[in-house]
């Protein structure tokens, strides 16, 4: 934000007084001004760019753990952790989170009556001792 006022002002005001005055250093917003994207911008492009490209060719299925696993694996693509792919992939609006598990259990209904015991089989047994 400060950049752009200044690169905006810096034909009425010397660029050296607006540095000063807004607390930046002029070095900095020279490399700014001139430069384009940190290399770190550049790197970030580019694993968006392999991310979008094995998303797609894995037709959405992927997630963030297949795709770090393809990006380490193929000398063309940027390479990058999975933390780094799932934030990208977040950011990028890619990134599908299922529905956790949860079990489902029977819940008794003590108004609903019991199936009939149509096999009429008795499953008591007899305890036995070891004293024989």
Request: with cysteine.
């Amino acid at each position: 934000m400060k950049y752009a006022w200044i690169k905006q002002h810096r034909d009425s005001v010397l660029v050296t007084s607006m540095c000063r005055t807004l607390d930046v250093s002029t070095s900095e917003y020279y490399k700014m001004a001139e430069g384009g994207p940190g290399l770190r911008a550049q790197r970030s492009t580019r694993i968006r760019i392999s991310i979008r490209q094995v998303h797609d060719e894995s037709r959405g299925i992927y997630g963030s753990y297949k795709i770090a696993d393809r990006l380490k694996g193929e000398e063309f693509l940027e390479a990058a952790c999975r933390k780094t792919v799932a934030t990208a992939m977040r950011e990028m609006g890619r990134s599908k989170v299922l529905k956790t598990f949860s079990s489902t259990t029977t819940v008794s209904d003590s108004a609903t009556a019991a199936a009939p015991d149509v096999l009429n089989q008795s499953f008591d047994t007899e305890l036995r001792t070891a004293s024989g």
